[in-house]
């Protein structure tokens, strides 16, 4: 542990903005982020949990991360986990739920739920992670918080105290926190049955239990989130992260995230221009959240604003069809050296599939002012193995980035210097709550070919650069996404012994292929279903055959609409 000491006495030197409380008289939160610390520090919804838990006075809440191969002290404290009275996961990435079992029985806490006595600290989880699908790490949780913090806070922070009284059961402490807060789930209560297929016959649910979860969910904010703590050990450097838009209405058929946070919403420009005024002489540079899918009045009163206080810009990725020629020229004088555009797709039949609504002429006019803005290098992110892809979109690919590459060396050569293009490629995952979840993961040799037919094809054409992502990981990932309760104990083997999810599945006895196939019945209740979803099923359904015929979706709008019934759930709120 010495190592980690003296880590977090460095960090305590170049962290700006964290909050350091009295342990007395007040209740502890382990806010545990299963992932690196610079991982972690770049998560704006892991911050925003830590500042909303702080600003209660009552409690005080620290920050820990994985190590490698175990979870650190606290930042603030240097306290091991086992010192709190309560342990909150905050979850991104399903990988992560790799990770939970052996930080739990590295503390000497039993990582099943069922094996801790009510003398434990109960565990809590939130986050995207499991706000999609719970099931493979329901066993270990004692609770899970489903959807947006903001709006419950309050009530949380009303139950505390109960959740804290270790004299009374932890059942019925746990009963009282989904009275006081619907949008929690406590596995416990609740026993799947399961068809062959792996979709669920029905649920046995103890009295007093809500089903489905619904989700929380947050109408309005006065004021734009931001990080509270920004640190040059962050993967994004000593960044300002400030959230203009959350969610995103575009309607791409595999995004999770863009069909969980329906309808996206966009915070008031007052509330970000006012966020935005508070930036200290310290930040040098801004990173906007969403801000690629705001209006266009909102990005240029936002953009004039970045400039006007002379800070450098940062987002993501940009929509081809959003890039004009003012914008690029913003993007070169904040010093921008790179540019992403995210195409997804090579091929024009395969993005009607996905609905990305991008045309060819979009993305290399996009190209074109980003060139001769003098933005040197661009990135271009795709997916392979995407629902009806086949060969010839691969082919389709590798012509479109010899075009982007063209435009680049036409201005390169003007200025005397070629940049690169990197093209980046990340494996398909079916979603939770999207078009796509009753699909299959691709084939690992079919994927492995059309990645020999990139690299050749690309091996020929010079300053480009490619980039692809683990087959395996990618493989571990949809199995996760889409897994169930039956999982845990295959988590628990892989964690806690080092060894791969696929073999761990095999010896407690269940089939890892099977995660990964498609799923034929579409009227069948899928596990992770437990969960309510804004948008209705039959609007999944209706986008899933949109898809198979290459027909588009226009994007959502701001305000409400009745087509997916995620807007019309709102207005009845």
């Known amino acids: 542990m010495k190592t980690s000491q003296r880590w977090n006495k460095k960090l305590k030197r170049t962290e700006t903005g964290a909050i350091r409380k009295k342990w007395k008289d007040r209740a502890s939160v382990a806010l545990v982020f299963p992932n690196f610390y610079e991982v972690g520090m770049a998560n704006l919804g892991f911050q925003r ?29 240097g ?3 086992r010192d709190f009275d309560l342990i909150c996961f905050s979850i991104s990435f399903e990988l992560d739920y790799l990770k939970i079992p052996r930080i739990l029985e590295e503390q000497g806490i039993p990582c099943f739920s069922k094996d ?14 499991p706000s999609l699908n719970p099931e493979p790490i329901a066993p270990f949780i004692d609770a899970i918080f489903i959807g947006e913090f903001e709006t419950c806070a309050e009530a949380f922070r009303n139950t505390i105290p ?48 809500p089903f489905p979860i619904e989700p929380s969910w947050t109408k309005e904010l006065k004021e734009a989130p931001k990080s509270v703590i920004t640190t040059p050990h962050s993967i994004f450097g000593n960044m300002q992260l400030i959230e203009v838009t959350r969610g995103c209405g575009q309607g791409c058929r595999f995004c999770a995230a863009g069909f969980a946070y329906r309808p996206a919403r966009q915070w008031r420009i007052d509330t970000v221009k006012r966020t935005i005024e508070t930036i200290g002489s310290e930040v040098e540079s801004v990173g906007l959240i969403g801000l690629e899918f705001a209006e266009d009045d909102t990005i240029a009163e936002v953009v004039d604003l970045v400039e006007r206080k002379g800070l450098r810009l940062s987002f993501s990725s940009l929509r081809a069809d959003r890039i004009t020629k003012r914008f690029s020229l913003f993007l070169r004088k904040s010093g921008a050296k790179v540019a992403t555009i995210a195409a997804e797709a090579g091929s024009e039949r395969l993005r009607k599939t996905i609905n990305k609504r991008l045309r060819e002429d979009d993305i290399l006019r996009a190209a074109e002012y980003l060139s001769w803005a003098g933005i040197p290098n661009l990135k271009m992110y795709f997916m392979l193995g995407l629902p009806e892809e086949d060969d010839d979109d691969i082919l389709e690919t590798i012509g479109l980035i010899k075009k982007v590459r063209d ?36 084939d690992p040799e079919n994927l492995r070919r059309r990645r020999a037919l990139l690299k050749k094809g690309l091996s020929k054409i010079s300053n480009v650069k490619i980039q692809l992502d683990s087959i395996r990981e990618a493989r571990l990932q949809a199995v996760l996404s889409r897994g169930d309760r039956r999982l845990a104990n295959a988590i628990s083997l892989a964690s806690k012994n080092g060894i791969d999810l696929e073999k761990a599945v095999k010896e407690t006895g269940g089939d890892f292929d099977k995660y990964l196939t498609g799923i034929p019945d579409k009227e069948n209740m899928l596990s992770w279903e437990i969960i309510g979803s804004r948008v209705k099923r039959k609007y ?23 087509l997916c019934g995620a807007c019309k759930m709102t207005s009845a709120e």
């Not at 949990?49 to 175990?70: M, P």
């Not at 801790?116 to 992670?129: E, Y």
């Not at 999944?540 to 959502?556: G, I, N, W």
């Open 540 to 562: 999944l359904k209706s986008e899933y055959l949109k898809a198979v015929k290459q027909k588009e979706t226009p994007r959502c709008k701001f305000s409400g609409c009745i």
């Open 162 to 209: 109960t959740l804290l009284d270790t004299d009374q059961p932890r059942q019925r402490r746990l009963l009282r926190l989904i009275e006081e807060v619907n949008s929690f789930y406590v596995p416990s209560l609740y026993e799947p049955k399961y068809e062959a297929d792996r979709s669920v016959s029905h649920w046995d649910i103890k009295a007093g239990a």
């Open 79 to 81: 306290r091991p986990l």
């Open 49 to 77: 949990v830590y500042a909303i838990l702080n600003s209660f006075d009552e409690i005080v809440c620290e920050r820990l991360f994985w190590e490698g191969d175990r979870a650190s002290n606290s930042i603030e404290s």
């Open 116 to 129: 801790r006595s009510d003398a434990f600290p109960l565990v809590l989880a939130g986050g995207i992670g």
């Open 407 to 442: 435009i680049m060396a036409t201005y390169g050569r003007s200025r005397g210097r070629l940049g690169r293009l990197t093209a980046s490629f990340s494996t398909f995952v079916p979603k939770p709550f999207t078009p796509f979840q009753w699909e299959k993961q691709e």
